[in-house]
Protein backbone atom coordinates (compact mmCIF):
# COMPACT_ATOMS: atom_id res chain seq x y z
CA UNK A 1 0.00 0.00 0.00
CA UNK A 2 2.46 2.60 0.60
CA UNK A 3 4.51 1.74 -2.59
CA UNK A 4 1.31 2.44 -4.23
CA UNK A 5 1.08 5.98 -2.50
CA UNK A 6 4.43 6.54 -3.25
CA UNK A 7 4.09 5.90 -6.41
CA UNK A 8 0.92 8.49 -7.18
CA UNK A 9 2.66 11.00 -5.00
CA UNK A 10 5.56 10.80 -7.14
CA UNK A 11 2.90 10.95 -10.32
CA UNK A 12 1.57 13.85 -8.92
CA UNK A 13 4.58 15.84 -8.25
CA UNK A 14 5.97 14.99 -11.74
CA UNK A 15 2.70 16.32 -13.59
CA UNK A 16 2.33 19.42 -11.49
CA UNK A 17 4.14 21.72 -13.46
CA UNK A 18 1.96 20.31 -16.63
CA UNK A 19 -1.58 21.20 -14.90
CA UNK A 20 -0.66 25.18 -14.56
CA UNK A 21 -2.73 27.26 -16.83
CA UNK A 22 -1.16 28.89 -19.39
CA UNK A 23 -2.89 32.63 -17.95
CA UNK A 24 -1.10 31.83 -14.70
CA UNK A 25 1.47 34.12 -15.92
CA UNK A 26 0.62 37.12 -18.45
CA UNK A 27 3.94 38.18 -18.90
CA UNK A 28 7.42 36.58 -19.57
CA UNK A 29 8.99 38.16 -16.66
CA UNK A 30 8.30 39.05 -12.88
CA UNK A 31 4.40 39.86 -11.66
CA UNK A 32 2.95 43.12 -13.39
CA UNK A 33 3.41 44.90 -10.24
CA UNK A 34 6.80 44.59 -9.67
CA UNK A 35 9.45 47.47 -10.61
CA UNK A 36 10.95 46.27 -13.57
CA UNK A 37 8.57 43.58 -14.73
CA UNK A 38 5.92 43.74 -17.47
CA UNK A 39 5.03 45.91 -20.09
CA UNK A 40 6.11 49.74 -19.94
CA UNK A 41 9.12 49.30 -18.03
CA UNK A 42 12.66 48.86 -18.92
CA UNK A 43 14.89 49.63 -22.02
CA UNK A 44 12.68 47.64 -24.16
CA UNK A 45 9.96 48.32 -26.58
CA UNK A 46 7.00 49.32 -24.90
CA UNK A 47 4.79 51.41 -23.86
CA UNK A 48 6.94 54.08 -21.76
CA UNK A 49 4.80 56.20 -19.18
CA UNK A 50 5.97 60.47 -18.80
CA UNK A 51 6.72 62.80 -20.92
CA UNK A 52 9.69 62.10 -23.22
CA UNK A 53 11.35 65.23 -23.40
CA UNK A 54 11.21 65.45 -19.52
CA UNK A 55 12.86 62.00 -19.91
CA UNK A 56 15.72 62.72 -22.04
CA UNK A 57 16.57 66.49 -20.26
CA UNK A 58 16.40 64.40 -16.72
CA UNK A 59 18.72 61.81 -18.47
CA UNK A 60 20.89 64.48 -19.85
CA UNK A 61 21.38 66.28 -16.44
CA UNK A 62 22.01 63.28 -14.80
CA UNK A 63 24.87 62.15 -16.88
CA UNK A 64 26.28 66.03 -16.74
CA UNK A 65 26.39 65.73 -13.04
CA UNK A 66 27.69 62.18 -12.66
CA UNK A 67 30.36 63.65 -14.99
CA UNK A 68 31.13 66.47 -12.71
CA UNK A 69 31.93 64.42 -10.35
CA UNK A 70 28.66 64.54 -7.81
CA UNK A 71 27.84 61.43 -5.91
CA UNK A 72 24.51 59.76 -5.19
CA UNK A 73 23.68 61.90 -2.20
CA UNK A 74 23.74 65.12 -3.91
CA UNK A 75 22.94 64.49 -7.66
CA UNK A 76 19.21 65.07 -7.60
CA UNK A 77 19.55 68.57 -6.43
CA UNK A 78 22.44 68.72 -9.27
CA UNK A 79 19.82 67.48 -11.95
CA UNK A 80 17.21 69.84 -10.43
CA UNK A 81 19.45 72.95 -11.09
CA UNK A 82 20.32 71.53 -14.46
CA UNK A 83 16.88 71.60 -15.32
CA UNK A 84 16.19 74.60 -14.12
CA UNK A 85 19.24 76.21 -16.15
CA UNK A 86 18.29 73.88 -19.48
CA UNK A 87 14.03 74.12 -19.42
CA UNK A 88 12.39 76.30 -16.67
CA UNK A 89 9.27 74.33 -17.21
CA UNK A 90 10.51 70.69 -16.50
CA UNK A 91 12.06 72.17 -13.38
CA UNK A 92 8.93 73.15 -12.39
CA UNK A 93 7.03 69.87 -13.16
CA UNK A 94 9.81 67.65 -11.47
CA UNK A 95 9.91 70.34 -8.18
CA UNK A 96 5.79 69.88 -8.27
CA UNK A 97 6.11 66.42 -8.30
CA UNK A 98 8.41 66.37 -5.44
CA UNK A 99 6.45 68.54 -3.24
CA UNK A 100 2.94 66.98 -3.71
CA UNK A 101 4.54 63.97 -3.11
CA UNK A 102 6.06 65.15 0.20
CA UNK A 103 2.42 66.64 0.92
CA UNK A 104 0.98 62.53 1.02
CA UNK A 105 -0.29 62.33 -2.09
CA UNK A 106 0.40 58.92 -3.90
CA UNK A 107 1.53 59.22 -7.48
CA UNK A 108 -0.57 58.42 -10.82
CA UNK A 109 -3.59 59.10 -9.14
CA UNK A 110 -6.43 61.35 -10.08
CA UNK A 111 -5.60 63.96 -6.81
CA UNK A 112 -1.89 63.13 -7.37
CA UNK A 113 -2.46 64.28 -10.64
CA UNK A 114 -4.18 67.70 -9.73
CA UNK A 115 -2.21 68.56 -7.22
CA UNK A 116 0.58 68.96 -9.18
CA UNK A 117 -1.09 70.43 -12.14
CA UNK A 118 -2.31 73.47 -9.33
CA UNK A 119 1.19 73.68 -8.47
CA UNK A 120 2.60 73.85 -11.89
CA UNK A 121 -0.17 76.79 -12.76
CA UNK A 122 -0.79 78.29 -9.35
CA UNK A 123 -4.43 77.90 -9.30
Not at 13 to 39: H, K, M, N, S, V
Not at 43 to 68: K, S, T
Not at 78 to 99: F, K, N
Amino acid sequence: MTRFALACAAALLAAAPFATPAAAQPYGGPPPGYYGGGPGFGPGPGFRRGNPDLRANRFACRQEALARGYRPPFVRGAVVDCLRARRPDLARIVECRQSVRAQGYIPRTPPFRMAVRACRFGA
